[in-house]
C-alpha cells in the first residue's frame, strides 16, 4: 500500500471506521457497575472485599486475586461471572442479565488494557425509599437478599457451600424445599427464612450481622412471603 493510500484510508472507510478502534474506557462501564453492581459490591462488607464503585477498586480485585486480567477478557473472572461461564453468576439480582451490548462493552474495555477515561460523573443519590404500589414481588426482594445474604447462600459463597445447603439467589432456589421448606408462601410465620431475619430462631441472620435487616426490608420479606412468595412476573 502506498503513503497517499494508507493516508487516504481513514477518509475512505469513513466515521463509522474510526470509532470501531476507539478504545472502550472505564468512563462507558462505570454506570453499568453502578446499576447492577455496586448494590452488593461496595462498601466495608463487599463480598470477598471485591468493590466495584471506582476503578481503583476494580483493578484491586478481590480477596482472592485480579477479577479484570487487562487484554486477557477471556481469563479475567469478572467476565465469566457476567457471562455465566463460571457461578454463581452475576450479577446475583439477575435475570435479567447483562445485555450482549454491555457485554461486548466490558470484553473491549479488558482487552484494551483496562483504559480510565474521563472521570465519571458521580452518582446521584439514592432515593427515599417508597412503598410498594401493588404486590411484593421477587424484584424488591432480590435486592436485599443479594446485599446482606446472597455472600454466603450462594453454590460457592464466603464460607464455601451455601450453608444448610440453602442458595438464595434466584426465586427457584429461595422456595426449594430439599430436606426443608425454609418459605412456605402464604405463611410468614412458619417461614424459617422470616424467623431467622428477625432473630425468632438462631442463628439469626445475616451471619455477618448486626446491624440486621431494618424494619422496613423485613416488612417486606414478610409481606412477599403472606402474598405467595411471587416471581418476578408476580405469579
Same mark, same amino acid.
Given at each position: 500500500?502506498?503513503? +497517499? ?24 462501564? =462505570? ?21 466495584? $464503585? ?15 486480567? =487487562?487484554?486477557?477478557?477471556? $481469563? ?7 457471562? @455465566?461461564?463460571?457461578?454463581?453468576? %452475576?450479577? %446475583?439480582?439477575?435475570?435479567? *442479565?447483562?445485555?450482549?451490548? /454491555? ?5 473491549? *474495555?479488558?482487552? $484494551? ?7 465519571? =460523573? ?18 424488591? +426482594? ?16 464466603? %464460607? ?25 408462601? @402464604?405463611?410468614?410465620?412458619?417461614? /424459617? ?11 439469626? %441472620? ?17 409481606? *412477599? ?5 411471587? $416471581? =418476578? /412476573?408476580?405469579?
Amino acid at each position: 500500500m502506498s503513503i +497517499v493510500q494508507r493516508l487516504l484510508l481513514p477518509l475512505l472507510l469513513g466515521p463509522a471506521a474510526a470509532l470501531a478502534q476507539q478504545a472502550v474506557t472505564y468512563t462507558e462501564i =462505570a454506570p453499568i457497575l453502578q446499576a447492577r453492581c455496586v448494590l452488593c459490591h461496595s462498601g466495608a462488607s463487599a463480598p470477598l472485599g471485591l468493590r466495584l $464503585d471506582s476503578l481503583e477498586g476494580l483493578r484491586a480485585g478481590s480477596q482472592r486475586g485480579p477479577v479484570a486480567l =487487562a487484554g486477557k477478557p477471556q $481469563d479475567s473472572e469478572l467476565l465469566l461471572r457476567l457471562s @455465566g461461564a463460571r457461578q454463581p453468576r %452475576m450479577p %446475583m439480582t439477575g435475570p435479567p *442479565w447483562l445485555s450482549a451490548a /454491555e457485554m461486548s462493552l466490558f470484553e473491549r *474495555w479488558i482487552a $484494551d488494557g483496562l483504559p480510565a477515561g474521563a472521570e465519571p =460523573a458521580a452518582a446521584a443519590p439514592a432515593p427515599p425509599a417508597q412503598t410498594v404500589d401493588g404486590p411484593v414481588t421477587w424484584t424488591q +426482594v432480590a435486592p436485599i437478599l443479594a446485599r446482606r445474604c446472597s455472600k454466603c447462600h450462594a453454590t460457592q459463597g464466603l %464460607m464455601g457451600p451455601p450453608p444448610e445447603g440453602l442458595r438464595l439467589t434466584s426465586h427457584a432456589e429461595a422456595l426449594a424445599s430439599g430436606e426443608r421448606a425454609r418459605v412456605i408462601p @402464604g405463611a410468614p410465620e412458619a417461614s /424459617e427464612l422470616l424467623r431467622r431475619i428477625r432473630g425468632q430462631a438462631r442463628p439469626r %441472620m445475616p451471619y455477618d450481622g448486626p446491624p440486621w435487616l431494618d424494619e422496613a426490608e423485613i416488612a417486606l420479606i414478610a409481606a *412477599w412471603i403472606e402474598q405467595g412468595a411471587r $416471581d =418476578a /412476573e408476580s405469579r
